[in-house]
């Protein structure tokens, strides 16, 4: 009986510390918000911290300057553009690859494999000028073509948890389709891509926020007046002689983040089950 109470009260404790940690987390999104309702000098002076006053309060004025001034439309179809290639490149390519590994045990398959997850540990500042070089030699600096850039940064964590998910797959359901008449094309999508779902998704929205959020690729490889993501224009939204407009800005921070937490509350469950079967099974 007492190491039922001791047990609930760690568990209270522990509960406080999540909720005070959550909080912590949200507050700076909270104070994003509130601001971004408000007029220029009351996010300049102290006021800052305060709730939105009817002197203060602007309504959607700071949204509808950010998205007219900034050219916030084109700089969202480039994000999501990129953002929308990447990951079914990624998905594609990294989902076929894990199933080789998986299946054809040898000497190739284990070395893609460590040359995979030994990616994941190289830091990006390591390679950016050669990347750079390399992506204009190659004609990658555009939106249209930096996908091929993002699968190689992407490939390392998304094959880690296919991997890990597909050593726990059964071979005799492909055996039993290859009986069929079902040639490995047909196996891959008809067979094994079904199983994967759970995976699939969460690596999906992991790979969505970080391409989505990225700021320093898109800034090294593309022409910075030519093309910009939301990121980069925000970092470089500017207001009437120059001057950085903190509420405009404010509001497209909010109109950046919204669609990935809408993203991630929708499909958050699946998250938790693909990182688990990825990193556990197998």
Known sequence: MQNSKNTRRVNNVISVVLALLCLAYIYPIVLILLNSLKQERAITTTRVFELPTAESFVGLHNYIYGITSMDFLKSFWYSLFISVSSVVLILLCCSMCAWYITRVHGKL????????????????????????????TLKLNNPYNICIIYLGFGAGLAVFMFTGFMKSMP??????????????LQIFFRVVCPILKPTMISTAILETMWV???????????DIKSYRTIPMAIQYFRGSYGKVEMGPMMACIMLTVLPVVILYLICQKYIIEGVVAGAVKG
Do not use: H, R
């Open 212 to 222: 989505w959020n990225d700021y320093l690729l898109p800034t090294l490889v593309l």
């Open 171 to 184: 071979v005799e359901i492909e055996e039993a389709a290859m009986i069929d008449g079902c040639n490995p």
């Open 109 to 136: 398959s284990t070395g893609m494999y460590y040359l995979c997850v030994f990616s994941m540990v190289v830091p990006f500042q390591m390679v950016m000028f050669t990347l750079a070089k390399t992506a204009d």
